[in-house]
């Protein structure tokens, strides 16, 4: 059965004051996993000792912005983004994490035309980089599940299928994929096939559940029954998280088009536990 989990994304811009009380909030609306962004590389003590004390199933999503890239031709902006995601990972180990999701692979909405050669440069830096990545992940007792973007936030990879080449290439047993919904409706020829490959690959380590709009799940234009029932009926297990964002939040409207972030939640969790 899988965790259902929200991001405190839903609340707040980032690791602040404002985030206390909200893991506990999580747990009792009904999640059984919570999403912490790493804004910051480590957590204030008394946030730490309120996630673990919840019992909820933890993950963490990375923040990475300009500066920040393990597949970037400067040598600075990789040794940056390593430094950023090792510390992370070290955090995640302390509130017993499971994974570190998101497009751990680039930074700071990267999208370039390049050479083949220059692109396949690229390709390999991210795999350099993400597999060493992988043995603090392996000491950490985390996996790593690697996001595709949509062609307007990166030109790295945009497709679910990208991802698994990756994966495969990097030939590390804790590195999967990381599947959202949101970033799957802009470059995904498929939604319904390209998540019905995903489980059957076997490396679906972690799945958004987003709408179009960046609405909860229920919300906007996609098939929510069918892509439930796909990773219902392949067996998917991990977890399944809401990235909703709090007005002013990194992905939200410029419009207040939805409800207070606590009805979002609300809305969300009861229509996901419709299906697990």
Same mark, same amino acid.
């Not at 998540?195 to 919300?219: D, I, K, W």
């Given at each position: 059965?899988?965790?259902?989990?929200?991001?405190?994304?839903?609340?707040?811009?980032?690791?602040?004051?404002? !985030?206390?009380?909200?893991?506990?909030? &999580?747990?009792?609306?009904?999640?059984?996993?919570?999403?912490?962004?790493?804004?910051?590389?480590?957590?204030?003590?008394?946030?730490?000792?309120?996630?673990?004390?919840?019992?909820? +199933?933890? +993950?963490?999503?990375?923040?990475?912005?300009?500066?920040?890239?393990?597949?970037?031709?400067?040598?600075?902006?990789?040794?940056?983004?390593?430094?950023?995601?090792?510390?992370?990972?070290?955090?995640?180990? &302390?509130?017993?994490?499971?994974?570190?999701?998101?497009?751990?692979?680039?930074?700071?909405?990267? !999208?370039?035309?390049?050479?083949?050669?220059?692109?396949?440069?690229?390709?390999?830096?991210?795999?350099?980089?993400?597999?060493?990545?992988?043995? +603090?992940?392996?000491?950490?007792?985390?996996?790593?599940?690697?996001?595709?973007?949509?062609?307007?936030?990166?030109?790295? !990879?945009?497709?679910?299928?990208?991802?698994?080449?990756?994966?495969?290439?990097?030939?590390?047993?804790?590195?999967?994929?990381?599947?959202?919904?949101?970033?799957?409706?802009?470059?995904?020829?498929?939604?319904?096939?390209?998540?019905?490959?995903? &489980?059957?690959?076997?490396?679906?380590?972690?799945?958004?559940?987003?709408?179009?709009?960046?609405?909860?799940?229920?919300?906007?234009?996609?098939?929510?029954?069918?892509?439930?029932?796909?990773?219902?009926?392949?067996?998917?297990?991990? !977890?399944?998280?809401?990235?909703?964002?709090?007005?002013?939040?990194?992905?939200?409207?410029?419009?207040?088009?939805?409800? +207070?972030?606590?009805?979002?939640?609300?809305?969300?969790?009861?229509?996901?536990?419709?299906?697990?």
């Amino acid at each position: 059965m899988p965790s259902l989990g929200i991001n405190l994304w839903n609340w707040v811009k980032g690791i602040g004051p404002d !985030c206390k009380g909200l893991p506990t909030k &999580v747990k009792e609306m009904g999640f059984t996993a919570v999403e912490i962004p790493m804004t910051k590389s480590t957590l204030p003590i008394d946030l730490a000792q309120e996630i673990r004390d919840t019992g909820l +199933t933890v +993950t963490l999503c990375a923040s990475l912005p300009k500066g920040r890239d393990l597949s970037s031709f400067d040598e600075q902006e990789r040794r940056a983004a390593m430094t950023y995601l090792k510390e992370v990972l070290h955090t995640g180990a &302390v509130l017993d994490a499971t994974l570190l999701c998101g497009a751990l692979y680039t930074g700071g909405g990267k !999208c370039h035309y390049l050479s083949d050669d220059d692109r396949k440069r690229e390709w390999d830096l991210a795999v350099t980089g993400i597999r060493e990545l992988s043995q +603090t992940a392996r000491e950490c007792g985390m996996q790593l599940a690697l996001e595709p973007l949509n062609h307007f936030r990166t030109s790295v !990879c945009n497709t679910s299928g990208q991802i698994l080449q990756m994966v495969q290439d990097i030939g590390e047993d804790n590195v999967g994929l990381h599947y959202d919904t949101f970033h799957a409706c802009i470059d995904e020829l498929s939604l319904q096939d390209s998540l019905r490959h995903a &489980v059957e690959s076997g490396r679906l380590y972690h799945v958004h559940a987003v709408a179009n709009n960046r609405g909860t799940p229920g919300q906007g234009i996609i098939p929510w029954e069918e892509i439930f029932g796909i990773l219902r009926d392949g067996g998917y297990d991990g !977890c399944i998280t809401m990235e909703t964002f709090a007005y002013g939040a990194l992905d939200s409207s410029y419009y207040r088009v939805f409800g +207070t972030p606590d009805e979002q939640a609300q809305i969300g969790i009861a229509y996901m536990k419709q299906y697990f």
